[in-house]
């Protein structure tokens, strides 16, 4: 759920990540769909050939959720 939705229905969505993160510190388990990663190939330079791999470098995104709940795991 991109970020910006996110914040639209925190209010209606809230009880059920509160539920989420507590049952995963609770039991230790990590949910699978949270381990999901989006990778963004990005040019290094702008004067390298764009059709050489080795010009690109990975970008890895988490979901938000997933930086939250392990940011949450190291506070409590």
């Given amino acids: 759920m991109p970020m910006n939705v996110l914040k639209q229905v925190i209010d209606l969505v809230s009880p059920f990540i509160f539920e989420l993160f507590n ?3 609770d039991t230790g ?3 699978n769909v949270l381990r999901q ?3 963004t190939p990005v040019v290094k330079k702008v004067n ?6 080795s010009s690109y470098r990975p970008i ?3 979901l938000v ?6 940011i949450s795991s190291f506070v409590s």
């Avoid at 390298?48 to 791999?53: E, I, M, S, T």
């Avoid at 959720?65 to 392990?70: A, D, I, P, Q």
């Fill in 23 to 25: 049952h995963s510190l």
């Fill in 29 to 31: 388990h990590f949910p």
């Fill in 37 to 39: 990663v989006f990778i």
């Fill in 48 to 53: 390298l050939d764009v059709n050489d791999a």
């Fill in 60 to 62: 890895s995104t988490l």
């Fill in 65 to 70: 959720l997933s930086k939250v709940l392990e």
